[in-house]
Nanobody, 121 residues
Framework: VQLVESGGGLVQAGGSLRLSCAAS????????IGWFRQAPGKEREFVVF????????NYADSVKDRFTISRDNAKNTVYLQMNSLKPEDTAVYYC???????????????WGQGTQVTVSS
């Protein structure tokens, strides 16, 4: 399945962005979707995942209560609403798909190209 992220950009600290992860393949609705991020010089880290039905989510402690993941399987799209952004949230954000949810990026089968999020102080 091909994944395409969008919605990144430059925002001031305290601001909000909404990222989207879209696919044209209808099998998208069968996959768990994870969001990961990678800052310069750092390893890719888990942000959040959502199960295929949208009923199960898991957030990294660093984004809990600030980020919200949701999905619309009719639109083959997963959303990541990011509020109260901090400079340390600056990274390239990637969405990824696999059949069974995981926090380990190595277990994901399909990846998007990434979208840059920059939070200025």
């Amino acid at each position: 399945v091909q994944l395409v992220e969008s919605g990144g950009g430059l925002v001031q600290a305290g601001g909000s962005l909404r990222l989207s992860c879209a696919a044209s393949d209808p099998t998208f609705s069968s996959y768990s979707i994870g969001w990961f991020r990678q800052a310069p010089g750092k390893e890719r880290e888990f942000v959040v995942f959502i199960g295929w039905r949208g009923m199960t989510t898991n957030y990294a402690d660093s984004v809990k209560d600030r980020f919200t993941i949701s999905r619309d399987n009719a639109k083959n799209t997963v959303y990541l609403q990011m509020n109260s952004l901090k400079p340390e949230d600056t990274a390239v954000y990637y969405c990824a798909a696999k059949y069974f949810r995981s926090v380990d990026p190595g277990e994901y089968d399909f990846w998007g190209q990434g979208t840059q999020v920059t939070v200025s102080s």
